[in-house]
């Protein structure tokens, strides 16, 4: 008996259990519950709904899921939506990842030039928001029936039809122009650790080019692939940026902007439901996913003698190949986003002569005549207050998240052996699993109103009222990026030697005083990788914060929605380019002074 008691109060004695203890309630509390509250909440009859159910508010009720799934208006609600999310996704999903490898196969396998510019380049989709993307595919293709004004493509005479300024395939394609890093960068790191005699091997036998692609290279990083197409499928699946801009226009809806219309129209059960099924489809993805990973057969591919990477000359193509992918960045980077910018200054839209050129739309002052009497952005009082709360958001939620994302990779690195470890690790990744507006309908359920309870005689708060407030943010922001700052941190505590955590502790350090003065330090590189992938993630967030809005504080990707929604296109870029300047030279500093690398953070 009182080895068991003397085990129990090491146990929790231990720093390494009081961390576990402490963390695990802690995501159990904001990943858990709220995730409980938003299922629960969608069989409870709605204060809307009890006079039209004949039930108290807060019975028990399937007429939530029964409206969703088998009612008149089911095919308008849900299939229709959910079978356009999978088109989009899909979709998607293939340029993406067909992008991405062949960019990753290039930039690692082969001798193409200029490999240090194109590395950086080929990042530049992914780090500009996706919904600004798709005001740059505006700016190009839209046309005067649906959109009020000609783009550029209509300016130079050329008619741009309703299908392909608008719709799925306008969406398809700026989301696999945006989403392709993730299969470069995991890719990439796959074929890096490859040696490349697997590959001679097969030259030697007499194996042509592309059948040791197929045969050899291809099987190797069949899970760096697969881990992309989940990223992606699951991020396409759930966006609401780029269908929003670029689909309700044309009354082309998909789940996440049907949740989206549901909350907004008072319908939040309906929503909540909506959320669930996306939740469920993503978990259910990622299931097929790792088991398909886990019954693939293995290969080893790093050895003990030390690799070595030959790469394959393109010899008279290399010329055509680099001149393929600059004319891809011009295509697909800079001429968007210059025609973007250059339509921020035309005073009427669609006329792209010099003689339209103005500053109206920066620091013009308020006319009745143009954009419905708003001034130009510089002009407008609201704009620097939200700069503040969009710089204020990112920087404090990347700022706390990644400090907890190492904690948390400690928790993980140390405690791999042992149920704990991989608890905390399996508890953190869930937030990945739930599309992002659905996990802001969770914290929108949870947080709208506070809930108490009465111990002995004292009422205590369980869960405080935190919708409207700055904190409610924060909170969401840090909670969902858990996964990729634990990746981060737990890259940096693997490669830390135990040996010197052992050694503090024997000189009489305390477990506080070793994680600052021995930890932090050494993951100084890695930290600011952390913190500039969530920084970067935060700043052009609309999806996770669009349902818990309020006017106080909005943030610089919901003023651009708003202005685009109002047919306040000029403005709308006018903001989307100054966060894209923001995002530069943020990732310029960083990259400089700090030597930080987001895509260690994948």
């Given amino acids: 008996m009182n080895r068991i008691k003397n085990k129990i109060i090491n146990l929790v004695s231990s720093p390494y259990s009081i961390m576990v203890i402490i963390l695990t309630v802690f995501l159990v509390y904001l990943i858990v519950i709220p995730l409980f509250g938003m299922i629960t909440t969608t069989f409870e009859v709605g204060k809307n709904e009890v006079r039209s159910l004949g039930k108290p508010a807060g019975s028990f009720t399937l007429y939530y899921w029964m409206r969703l799934f088998a009612s008149t208006v089911s095919k308008k609600m849900f299939y229709i939506p959910f079978l356009n999310s999978l088109t989009v996704a899909i979709s998607a999903s293939v340029i993406a990842i067909v992008l991405g490898c062949l960019f990753a196969w290039l930039m690692v396998r082969t001798n193409i030039p200029y490999k240090k510019f ?8 992914y780090m500009v928001p996706s919904w600004s993307l798709s005001l740059s595919w505006l700016a190009i293709f839209k046309n005067q029936r649906i959109g009020g004004a000609k783009g550029f493509l209509g300016y130079l005479g050329l008619a741009t039809p309703d299908w392909l300024a608008y719709g799925p395939l306008a969406i398809i394609i700026v989301l696999g122009i945006h989403y392709y890093a993730y299969a470069y960068l995991l890719v990439s790191a796959s074929l890096q650790s490859i040696n490349s005699e697997l590959e001679e091997m097969g030259q030697i036998i007499g194996a042509s080019k592309g059948k040791i692609l197929r045969k050899v290279t291809f099987p190797l990083v069949m899970p760096a692939i697969l881990s992309s197409v989940i990223l992606t499928f699951t991020k396409c699946m759930g966006t609401f940026g780029v269908p929003a801009f670029l689909g309700t226009k044309v009354k082309y809806y998909t789940i996440s902007t049907t949740l989206y219309s549901s909350m907004k129209t008072g319908q939040r059960s309906i929503g909540f439901a909506v959320a669930c099924t996306l939740i469920v489809f993503a978990s259910i993805t990622v299931f097929i996913n790792q088991k398909i990973i886990g019954q693939r057969k293995s290969y080893a591919t790093i050895g003990g003698k030390g690799g070595r990477s ?14 393929l992918i600059i004319l891809f960045l011009f295509l ?22 010099f003689e339209n050129l103005t500053l109206q739309h920066w620091v013009g002052r308020s006319d009745l005549r ?8 510089l002009q407008n009082p609201q704009f620097l ?22 904690v948390i990779g400690y928790i993980v690195a140390r405690g791999r052996q042992h149920l704990s470890g991989r608890f905390v690790e399996q508890l953190v990744f869930m937030p990945y699993l739930i599309p992002s507006i659905a996990f802001g309908a969770m914290y929108l359920a949870l947080f709208a109103k506070s809930r108490t309870v009465t111990l002995l005689g004292y009422e205590i708060t369980l869960i405080p009222s935190l919708y409207g407030t700055f904190a409610l943010l924060v909170l969401i922001s840090i909670v969902k990026h858990l996964p990729f700052a634990s990746r981060a941190g737990t890259a940096n505590m693997l490669q830390i030697s135990y040996d010197l955590e052992e050694a503090a502790h024997i000189c009489g350090a305390g477990v506080f005083k070793r994680f600052t003065k021995i930890l932090l330090p050494l993951s100084k590189g890695g930290f600011w990788s952390g913190f500039m992938l969530i920084f970067i993630s935060i700043i052009k967030e609309l999806d996770l914060l669009i349902l818990l809005m309020t006017p106080a504080q909005q943030t610089l990707p919901y003023m651009a929605y708003s202005f685009s929604m109002e047919s306040l296109d000029q403005l709308s870029n006018a903001v989307a380019l100054v966060l894209f300047l923001i995002i530069f030279l943020t990732y310029w500093i960083a990259s400089k002074f700090a030597k930080a690398d987001i895509s260690k953070g994948f």
Avoid at 310 to 323: F, M, N, P, Q, V
Avoid at 388 to 404: C, S
Wanted: no cysteine; charged share 10%.
């Fill in 118 to 125: 194109f590395s950086i380049a080929l990042l530049i989709p």
């Fill in 310 to 323: 030959t790469l394959i000359d393109l010899g008279k193509s290399r010329t055509l190949i680099t001149a």
């Fill in 332 to 353: 697909f980077v800079v001429f968007p986003i210059v025609v973007m910018a250059y339509e921020t200054f035309l005073l009427r839209p669609g006329d792209f002569s």
């Fill in 370 to 377: 143009i954009n419905s009497g708003e001034p130009g952005i």
């Fill in 385 to 406: 207050k939200y700069v503040w709360n969009t710089l204020r958001l990112t920087f404090v939620t990347a700022l706390i998240g990644t400090i907890l994302g190492q």
